[in-house]
């Protein structure tokens, strides 16, 4: 058994990575540094292996596509992603599309080409990484809310159309809040109560073989979910610009 996991190098594809490992599965990272790669392939041990790769441009997933896809693989987990955090107007344009290709596209060409081929052997799984942020808009992370509710939408609705097939086939979308991870690092900020990556991946690797839709990992963030679908919209932009606003202080002040 082979699984693919994006962004495998750190956070919760490196800790996934881990969980599948514990579970006999051999598995691939991918990521752009090749040294991380390294690091961790070599603490993981014998049954895992990395390719180096920058799945912000298409014709990289399509490769990718092509160097693995005669190694069965019965798992993909789509986990590479990064966030912008300011002003939609202050936040780099190239930056911006950057984070598109690679939360958004990314995850679209290795759905699309993997899904292909466990529908016709009628088995496998694919997990696609979002966040609790894909359940509300996001003022001074405006884009990478927006990506985030895209792949919650999109592999919501992919998940329907295979379950109309009545294939043996898995998609699913895990929904994290913070977690202890370097993505807050690349951010500039700092949470309070993020969860820790090793214990986020357990959960979501038990409820991935469930098959459970939409993974939300704690009970304080499925009540987030739940309730911002009553909260009127006015009142959801200002609370999440007042939270983000204060994460950008924060970290302003850290740094003096």
Do not use: W
């Amino acid at each position: 058994m082979k699984a693919l996991i994006t962004g495998g190098s750190s956070g919760i594809g490196f800790s996934i990575a881990k969980e599948l490992i514990k579970k006999n599965y051999e598995v691939i990272l991918t990521a752009r540094n090749e040294e991380n790669l390294k690091k961790v392939t070599k603490e993981l041990g014998k049954k895992a292996s990395y390719i180096v790769t920058d799945l912000s441009t298409t014709e990289n997933c399509k490769r990718l596509y092509e160097q693995v896809k005669e190694n069965n693989i019965s798992v993909l987990i789509n986990s590479a992603g990064f966030g912008l955090h300011g002003k939609f107007l202050e936040d780099d344009l190239d930056k911006q599309l950057e984070m598109i290709d690679l939360n958004i596209k990314a995850t679209q060409i290795l759905t699309k080409l993997f899904l292909g081929d466990m529908m016709k052997k009628n088995e496998g799984y694919i997990l696609n990484i979002a966040s609790t942020a894909a359940f509300s808009p996001g003022p001074l992370m405006a884009s990478y809310f927006a990506s985030k509710a895209y792949i919650l939408r999109l592999t919501e609705a992919i998940s329907e159309e295979v379950k109309k097939e009545e294939k043996n086939v898995y998609i699913g979308c895990l929904c994290p809040g913070p977690v202890e991870t370097s993505f807050n690092d690349k951010l500039g900020v700092k949470f309070n109560k993020a969860q820790k990556s090793d214990d986020l991946a357990i959960y979501a690797v038990k409820k991935m073989f469930q098959k459970k839709r939409v993974i939300i990992p704690t009970i304080n963030h499925k009540l987030n979910a739940f309730f911002n679908k009553f909260v009127p919209l006015s009142i959801l932009l200002n609370a999440n610009y007042k939270v983000q606003m204060k994460k950008i202080e924060n970290a302003k002040k850290e740094s003096l």
